[in-house]
């Protein structure tokens, strides 16, 4: 099975950058969808961004222009630069990934952590005030 650990999240202030790292063991040799989602307490968990194994990318409305998704050419690290914070992005952020996915299906066909054949990290605080 892929376990995923996240890092690099902290606390900054409106304006300034992040980014965070997705470090992936137990790959398949299956193409690899990955993402990142984010979560704040008591709002709904939201799709971030995607990269798919073909490197096409998928970014929410609101992060457009402000975050970049990446992986190392290995495949081993997905990232998520993350600039121009303002406190609505505010957040845990998780990464997950989708054996065999594409970009298409994100966010919609991603239910969460408790879903087979999903994999997700236990996630990374980012906080901006």
């Known amino acids: 099975d892929v376990q995923l650990v996240e890092s690099g999240g902290g606390s900054v202030q409106t304006g300034g950058s992040l980014r965070l790292s997705c470090a992936a063991s137990?790959?398949?040799?299956?193409?690899?969808?990955m993402a990142w989602f984010r979560q704040a307490p008591g709002k709904e968990r939201e799709g971030v961004a995607a990269?798919?194994?073909?490197?096409?990318?998928k970014y929410a409305d609101s992060v457009k222009g402000r975050f970049t998704i990446s992986k190392d050419n290995a495949g081993n690290t997905v990232y998520l630069q993350m600039n121009s914070l303002k406190p609505e992005d505010t957040a845990m952020y998780y990464c997950?990934?989708?054996?065999?996915?594409?970009?298409?299906?994100?966010?919609?066909?991603?239910?969460?952590?408790?879903?087979?054949?999903?994999?997700w990290g236990q996630g990374t605080q980012v906080t901006v005030s």
């Open positions: 997950a990934a989708d054996p065999g996915g594409r970009v298409d299906t994100f966010p919609e066909f991603w239910p969460g952590p408790e879903a087979l054949g999903q994999y």
């Open positions: 137990g790959y398949t040799s299956s193409p690899y969808c």
């Open positions: 990269i798919d194994s073909d490197g096409a990318t």
